[in-house]
């Protein structure tokens, strides 16, 4: 039998296909086109992704078919761009490597909440325009102001903990209620959230329907603002611009689109917004921790 193959469509860190190749593996680095994707599968023993390769049911069936593929391993922690079950039910095995950006999700968290703060992002724009505008910069501490955490798992947590030693009081939403791991903050409901918080951070799954709808941007405390580093369906981007334009929100950070790369103008060109192209996990450190773990989940399933 030949070597087991192992396609990365969105790229995988450099030290785990030199680990794996060194154990005989033959890793392909490629991004195909959904309608190719299925067909590509038929190839693999192994596939590997980030966010931009979806792997849907016609994807499952064509591989499925071929019965070659046996593992499909997304290189983060968000698992919806995977149809899960199917997978499971057609006999592939689906991982996540769910630890390896906690920290690096919520450090990007707390960089956008200073940023935001002290319009970092948009005295660096003007600036870059040749302007001088101290005046028009005068930000605020975030020591001393709630956040709201809406999604108390590992990077809410994480988040929660760094937000507490800057000074910031905490508060919580979760779908599981209040518990013992996430004292002390303050677990209350969306609304109560939503209500009292200075800054709010999403930190929740991907959603069939926005958790921020318009009924819900109303219920923020004027002036607010939001980061959502977690998944773009959490949010109804024309209910955003709406809270943005009536001052309902003061101003919001994405690292997550509705759709992604984003294509909505009104959000990318939208002065009250901080943009990253959803970079949450991109740093040497994480993708160094999840590099490893694909190594042993690969290693492991072929074993
Ligand atoms: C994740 O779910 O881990 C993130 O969205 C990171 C990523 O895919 O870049």
Not at 156 to 182: Q, W
Request: charged share 25%; glycine share 8%.
């Amino acid at each position: 039998m030949g070597s087991l193959r192992v396609l990365a469509s969105d790229g995988m860190n450099k030290t785990a296909v030199q680990e794996l190749t060194k154990k005989g593996y033959d890793v392909v680095e490629q991004f195909y086109a959904p309608e190719e994707l299925g067909e590509q599968l038929r190839n693999f023993d192994a596939l590997v992704i980030r966010s931009a390769t979806k792997v849907r049911k016609p994807i499952i069936d064509k591989a499925a078919e071929a019965g070659r593929l046996k593992i499909v391993i997304r290189a983060g922690v968000g698992i919806d761009n995977v149809d899960v079950e199917y997978a499971q039910s057609k006999g592939i095995i689906v991982k996540n490597t769910p630890n390896a950006s906690t920290n690096s999700v919520a450090e990007l968290v707390i960089g956008s909440l200073f940023s935001l703060a002290r319009f970092v992002y948009d005295a660096n724009q003007t600036m870059h325009e040749g302007k001088w505008e101290k005046k028009r910069y005068e930000g605020i501490e975030i020591a001393g102001k709630t956040l709201g955490v809406a999604g108390m798992g590992r990077i809410g947590r994480s988040v929660a903990k760094k937000a507490a030693a800057l000074g910031m009081s905490v508060v919580y939403t979760d779908i599981v209620g209040h518990l013992p791991e996430n004292e002390p903050f303050k677990f209350m409901s969306l609304d109560e959230v939503l209500a009292s918080s200075d800054f709010i951070t999403l930190h929740m799954g991907g959603a069939d329907k926005p958790v921020l709808d318009a009924e819900n941007f109303a219920k923020i405390k004027r002036g607010a603002f939001l980061i959502n580093a977690a998944r773009g369906s959490l949010i109804d981007e024309a209910a955003l611009l709406a809270a943005l334009e009536s001052g309902q929100l003061a101003a919001a950070a994405l690292d997550v689109f509705a759709e992604e790369p984003c294509k909505n103008e009104k959000i990318y060109t939208h002065p009250k917004i901080l943009l990253t192209p959803h970079i949450g996990a991109s740093t040497v450190e994480a993708q160094s921790r999840i590099g490893d773990e694909l190594v042993q989940i690969i290693t492991g399933c072929f074993a």
